[in-house]
């Protein structure tokens, strides 16, 4: 009772001295509650209005050349805005941005002239293809009527029809995926802080040096920093999953392409929450370990700014719709993103879920071990 006393003690100072930091506290509240919710619905908010523009926005297409009847009636029928005039008037005008795109014509080569940097750069040149791909078909169609052959039977030879089975919307799914690389960054940069300040920190205020006069163990010490590191990062993760949940609700009332999105289960916000701890547990301890071994509070910033990157790259695996599996359960980081994702999205497996917990919880283990050694060094401590 005595130990587990002193650690919280321990635990109630680090956590006192976490809300007089300003930085991590702003990390911590701030940054989950407004920032990247606000930064994930600006995104998701830009994308979709490009994506359900207006054809309005990107139809107005030069021609540096005469345009025939077939042609005409392909640009009719797309409700293409035809602007015509010579390459060099067209060029200006598209420098100017009079015009989204333009195309030329030399010995039956059609050339397309647009834009990447353009928002609406890529609708235009769909477009264009598909102006050209209608009067191509016009011109064949022509041609083999003149030779008393009926173009839909050539054309037509085999239909194609496509079926999407995945069950929601791949641009959907992309987005879902950047949700808890989110949430799992703020946690990593609120436990550098954290961790930073509870180190590093005190060894430069000289406070560890008294801490160390009162009759506590090592693992003492370090139990109540991992605690409160812990604490700090699991109030950053749900906050940040609770905010960047509410963002999802509300696109998914407003936006077509979120429409249909499911609420979480019961068992899913438990299982969230579960994962939330462990990742809170393991990017703590690794977030201690680093910062200890630094001689000085700014080596310990250097140290540990590695962490937040590799913090994102998980993100790209789900965004590109990669699914977790036995092997992927088994990797840190990339086993907690992949893992929420199914959370989100409803689709759980139970066996992976456990593989995930156990995984972590062995990670947080080995490294807690070695965090208690350094601890015991004189070296690490008056470094």
């Known amino acids: 009772m005595k130990t587990k006393g002193m650690i919280f003690e321990i635990v109630k100072k680090e956590i006192r001295d976490v809300i007089r ?13 407004i920032l990247y919710p606000l ?32 042609l005409d009636t392909v640009i009719e029928e797309l409700e293409i805005k035809k602007i015509t005039g010579t390459e060099n008037e067209l060029k200006e005008k598209f ?46 169609s022509q041609m083999l009527t003149a030779e008393g052959l009926i173009p839909d039977e050539i054309f037509n030879v085999y239909t194609v029809e496509t079926k999407d089975v995945s069950g929601k919307d791949a641009y959907t799914q992309m987005m879902l995926g950047m949700v808890p690389s989110f949430i799992l960054m703020t946690a990593t940069l609120t436990a550098i802080f954290a961790a930073i300040d509870m180190t590093a920190g005190e060894k430069e205020r000289g406070t560890l040096e008294t801490l160390l006069t009162f009759p506590l163990k090592n ?29 999802l609700l509300y696109l998914s009332k407003n936006l077509e392409s979120f429409k249909g999105m499911e609420l979480l289960s ?54 590109m719709g990669t699914k977790l599996d036995s092997t992927l359960a088994l990797i840190p980081f990339v086993n ?8 989100i999205s409803n689709t759980v497996n139970m066996q992976y879920f456990i593989i995930t917990i156990v995984a972590n919880i ?15 060094s004189d070296k690490i401590l008056f470094s």
């Open 266 to 319: 019961i068992q899913n916000i438990l299982f969230a929450l579960i994962m939330f701890i462990v990742f809170g547990m393991l990017i703590s301890a690794i977030a201690i370990i680093i910062a200890s071994k630094a001689k000085s509070f700014k080596e310990a910033q250097n140290s540990t700014q590695p962490l937040a990157f590799i913090s994102i790259i998980p993100m790209f695996l789900s965004m």
């Open 21 to 33: 930091d300003k930085k991590t506290l702003l990390m911590m509240i701030v940054v989950p509650l």
């Open 336 to 343: 907690v993103n992949l893992l929420l994702s199914d959370i």
């Open 362 to 376: 062995v990670f947080v283990f080995i490294i807690m071990k070695a965090v208690i050694k350094l601890f015991k």
């Open 39 to 70: 930064m994930f619905g600006f995104i998701i908010t830009l994308e979709d209005s490009m994506m359900n523009a207006d054809e309005s926005e990107y139809n107005k297409i030069g021609f540096a050349f005469e345009t025939d009847k077939a």
């Open 219 to 247: 693992g003492d010490i370090i139990g109540g920093k991992f605690i409160a590191t812990t604490i700090c990062t699991v109030i950053s993760s749900v906050i940040g999953f609770l905010s960047m949940y509410g963002v």
């Open 95 to 140: 420098d100017n941005q009079e015009i989204d795109a333009y195309i030329t014509l030399n010995d039956k080569k059609f050339t397309i002239y647009y834009s990447e940097g353009n928002a609406y750069g890529q609708a235009t040149l769909q477009m264009a293809y598909e102006m050209i791909e209608g009067y191509k078909k016009a011109i064949q």
